[in-house]
C-alpha cells in the first residue's frame, strides 16, 4: 500500500481556490487515488477519485501528473463550511484490501 | 439501508464494565472496516472483514478488542474491561468488492466514554 504525504494544515479565505498537493511516490500500477472529506463530529466521506490525468466533479477537480507520483485535489472558491481535514489514499481493489488513513490536511476557511 | 448503520450513537459506561458497538453495512457489500479516532485525531485502523476471507485484525489494539460479522453482514466491535483511553469515536465503513478504485462509505460513528 502506497504511502501518502500531506500538509498537516492550510489557511484559506472564502472564495479562493484551495490546492491541496499529496505525494505518493511508491504508487503502484493498479492503485487509484481516492480523497476524503471530513467534518468534525462525523464519519469521512468520499469526494473524488481518479487514476491518471483530471477528474472534476460537482464538488472538485484532481488534478495527477503523468507519473502519478503526486496528486492535487482543487477545490473552487471555498466557503465557511468546507472547512474540513481532507485525507489522501492510494490503493487498489483485491480481495486482501485494506485502508490505512494518514494524518490528513486541515483546511481553515477563514471570513 | 441507504447508508451505513452504527449503533448506539453514544454510549457512557463504567471503566471495567465490557461494551458491544454495531455495525450494518450498506446492502450487498462485501468489505467491511472498523476504526477508531480520538478527538482531534487521524483514523486508526483496527479490523477489515472481506467476504468469506479471514478478517485482517492486524490493528486491534489489544486482546480486549474484538470483532465478529455474522452471516458476511452485520458486525460487533467487542470492548472487554474498558479503560479511559478507549474513549473515542468508533467508525464503521463498507465497500463493494470489485468496485473500481474501492470507495468506501462511512457511518457516522459510535461515540464511547468511559468514566
Known amino acids: 500500500l502506497a504511502k501518502t504525504t500531506q500538509p498537516i494544515s492550510m489557511d484559506s479565505y472564502e472564495g479562493q481556490e484551495v490546492n491541496i498537493t499529496c505525494s505518493h511516490n511508491?504508487?503502484?500500477?493498479?492503485?487509484?487515488i481516492t480523497w476524503y472529506q471530513q467534518f468534525p463530529s462525523q464519519g469521512p466521506r468520499f469526494i473524488i477519485q481518479?487514476?491518471?490525468t483530471k477528474v472534476t466533479n460537482e464538488v472538485a477537480s484532481l488534478f495527477i501528473p503523468a507519473d502519478r507520483k503526486s496528486s492535487t485535489l482543487s477545490l473552487p472558491r471555498v466557503s465557511l463550511s468546507d472547512t474540513a481535514v481532507y485525507y489522501c489514499?492510494?490503493?487498489?481493489?483485491?480481495?486482501?484490501?485494506?485502508?490505512?488513513f494518514g494524518s490528513g490536511t486541515r483546511l481553515l476557511v477563514r471570513p | 439501508g441507504a447508508g451505513v448503520s452504527q449503533s448506539p450513537s453514544n454510549k457512557v459506561t463504567e471503566k471495567g464494565k465490557d461494551v458491544e458497538l454495531r455495525c450494518d453495512p450498506i446492502s450487498g457489500h462485501t468489505a467491511l472496516y472498523w476504526y477508531r479516532q480520538s478527538l482531534g485525531q487521524g483514523l486508526e485502523f483496527l479490523i477489515y472483514f472481506q467476504g468469506n476471507s479471514a478478517p485482517d485484525k492486524s490493528g486491534l489494539p489489544s486482546d480486549r478488542f474484538s470483532a465478529e460479522r455474522t452471516g458476511g453482514s452485520v458486525s460487533t466491535l467487542t470492548i472487554q474491561r474498558t479503560q479511559q483511553e478507549d474513549s473515542a469515536v468508533y467508525l464503521c465503513?463498507?465497500?463493494?468488492?470489485?468496485?473500481?478504485?474501492?470507495?468506501?462509505?462511512f457511518g457516522e460513528g459510535s461515540w464511547l466514554t468511559v468514566v
Open positions: 511508491n504508487i503502484a500500477t493498479n492503485d487509484y
Open positions: 489514499l492510494v490503493g487498489e481493489t483485491d480481495s486482501s484490501y485494506k485502508l490505512i
Open positions: 481518479g487514476y491518471k
Open positions: 465503513a463498507s465497500s463493494s468488492y470489485g468496485q473500481s478504485g474501492n470507495t468506501i462509505y
